[in-house]
């Protein structure tokens, strides 16, 4: 990467294509994930509790919350146009989510250097907190957009 090519430029530069590039992933789509949002190291979406989404009592499965927190954990650490992993996440649970609801994921980058990122992701329905995650991204070397040495 260019000296003055830093990653705040390269989001601004590509975050049409970054949010495209999440916008259609295959599982989140599948899922009914819609981002809503991707700034430089944070994203927001997401997603309406469908019946098929519900566990045996009634409300949405912890696997629906997981998979809102871990989609925008992915946004966010790859918003720079940095291949970037998880490497971790601890996942909280405090409420349920209900049947019909729009359930919101928000990840916020707390802290990155050039291998390690963190994130803070609040999961809320209606206002109320469901659940938290705190995530651990790998930065790789490459980019998945266009950067020039």
Known sequence: MK????EQNLH????K???ELFENEPYARFLG??????????????????GHML???GTAHGAVLFALADFVFAAACNSYGKTSVGLSTTMNYMEAGKAGSTIKAKAVEEKKNN???????RVESGGQLL????ALAYRKNDYFVPVQS
């Open 12 to 15: 601004e530069r590509y975050k």
């Open 131 to 134: 659940a938290v995650m705190e």
């Open 33 to 50: 994930i819609r981002l809503t949002d991707l700034g430089a190291g944070t994203a927001e979406a997401e997603i309406e509790v469908k």
């Open 3 to 6: 000296p003055n090519l830093t």
């Open 115 to 121: 291998r390690t990122a963190w994130y803070y992701i």
């Open 55 to 57: 566990n045996s009592h």
């Open 17 to 19: 294509e970054i949010f």
